[in-house]
């Protein structure tokens, strides 16, 4: 299923609402990697990769590895759009006997390749999957989604010095630049830039978009397909709490979730912005 | 006579081998110790299945992950004081929560490891390995059975760990008609009912040894190899521990949640019986060579004589 543009604009905001109306039911949660990611997940699953929620085990499948699990809310609401599962069953996250765990967990939900949480992982993941689709010639490609945070953890760097060594050119790792972490900016945690540099040092090609903004995106993964002979990051600069005001750019909606009342703002600012859409 | 010895880690160099030739989908990782782990072999014969990932454990872990759920089967190996060491929530989560198949072989383990001094004895895998879901522990008294154990543990579907020696140890599993089977207890010694003694690893052979010498003194031990840690074997341990009144343990590991720790929590449960532990006793040890090492901290037949002459004590 491929959308157009305007059509990818429409599903980011619906995954965005489903996010808000997630956290408010599951009363825990994290909305602002969340909220910052829906458009890219929108693109990738209806527009970019090659999949087929019919078959989650299609071997011949790109694979999305999600590094950062603790923005699953935006994975699972894709994935259930696009129909890997219902979109009823996306209210009984972080329930007792739910699909949807807190963080994800492989082999619960169709679609969802990698147990994930502890930051760091799922990165070595996509390099080992990487490894074998290219030693075994496959066409598939990975796809994986990292914080900007997560890149504190040492592990990482592991994985990018080994997907430079084996050219891993089917790696297209996307990191949420969101300049937020649990404890505050990322500049004062623990500071990142120069971060494009840091990849090209480290033997990766560099794409920075604006991870928004859905014909940046698509453009930057067409770029990010042609490029051959070394792993690509995508640095895709976002904003956390995408499309609702009170959470926008603020680190102290990381990892907390609205209550009643500001779910019912949120998705009134983001019904707004769906009219504003519909009519462009 | 003089017996032949080999260090355990060939044993399952020889099987990773083996298990390549036979099947395509085995791959095997390591970080930078490949001739270490016996990797090497099917390093050589195999580049297009094998991965070199530098001093990086816990990238090891998830890139076999990654491969692993791709219907392969990894292997991965380092020294055991590095992974499992170093890679526990990688091995935990990426691993053991994915149920992924990907095993883990840990190699120079223990203070057997000798004159790299304590920073490289690892002394508490078992006890880490042995407290996750979905997890097989093993390990194996001599290269033979390191053999068998790694063929047996290409079975399973799901994440195990093996932990082998770089040590040159004694090689007699083969010639006493012990056959390896996951999770079955090998009665090896029985003569006598005075007491069991436990044995995983190196010490099932120094455990033989003591009790040959404690026959003298009129005291007659059943010896036991436990080389499977977990799933480990109820039936066994209580069958023995019933007959004998009386059981040690012995591995070299803390005595902290180890092999010790493993047979307690079962006796406590099915049959409380009066054991003591041999092993170290929550401290590190230091450099020497293994029989020096062994020798100091009562890890030997002799300390092993010991401890069964402690353990008579208990018993009225």
Known sequence: MKLNIKELKLMANTIRQDIVKMLVEAKSGHPGGSLGMASVFAVLYFHTMRHDPKTPDWEDRDRMVLSNGHICPVLYATLANAGYFPKSELMSLRKLGSKLQGHPHRGNVPGIENSSGPLGQGVSQAVGMAIVSKREKKSWKVYSVAGDGELNEGQVWEGFMLASKYKLDNLILIIDRNNIQIDGTTDDVLPLEPLADKFRSFGWAVIETAGNDVSSLIKAFTEAQAISGQPIAIIAKTMPGKGVSFMEGRFDWHGKAPTKEQGDLALKELENERKLLEVA | ?316
């Open chain 2, 1 to 316: 006579m003089t017996i032949v010895k080999k260090a355990t880690r060939d044993g399952f160099g020889k099987a990773l081998l083996e298990l390549g030739e036979k099947d395509s989908n085995v791959w095997a990782v390591t970080a930078d110790v490949s001739e270490s782990t016996r990797t090497h072999w099917f390093a050589e014969k195999f580049p297009d299945r094998f991965v070199q990932v530098g001093v990086a454990e816990q990238n090891m872990a998830g890139v076999a992950a990654g491969i692993a759920s791709c219907g392969k089967m990894a292997f991965i190996s380092a020294f055991a004081a590095f992974s499992p060491g170093r890679n526990f929530d990688q091995i935990r989560v990426s691993l053991c929560y994915n149920d992924l198949n990907v095993k883990i072989h840990g190699s120079h383990a223990g203070a057997s490891v000798g004159p790299d001094g304590a920073s490289h004895q690892i002394l508490e895998d078992i006890a880490l390995m042995r407290a996750l879901p979905n997890m097989v522990v093993v390990v194996p008294a001599d290269v033979d059975e390191a053999h068998q154990a790694t063929l047996a543990v290409a079975q399973l579907k799901g994440p195990a760990y093996i932990r082998t020696s770089r040590e040159n140890s004694p090689v007699f599993t083969k010639d006493m008609g012990s056959v390896f089977h996951l999770g079955k207890a090998n009665v090896l010694v029985e003569d006598g009912d005075d007491i069991v003694i436990f044995a995983c690893g190196l010490q099932v052979y120094e455990a033989m040894e003591a009790a040959k010498a404690l026959k003298q003194q009129n005291i007659n031990c059943t010896v036991v190899n436990i080389h499977t840690i977990k799933p480990i074997d109820v039936e066994t341990i209580v069958k023995y521990a019933k007959k004998c009144g009386l059981v040690l343990t012995v591995e070299d590991h803390q005595i902290e949640g180890g092999l010790g720790g493993a047979v307690a929590e079962v006796l406590c449960e099915h049959c409380p019986t009066p054991m003591k532990r041999v092993g170290m006793r929550s401290q590190f040890a230091e450099s020497g060579n293994c029989s020096e090492l062994y020798k100091k901290y009562g890890l030997d037949a002799v300390g092993i004589q010991k401890g069964v002459i402690e353990a008579m004590k208990l018993k009225r």
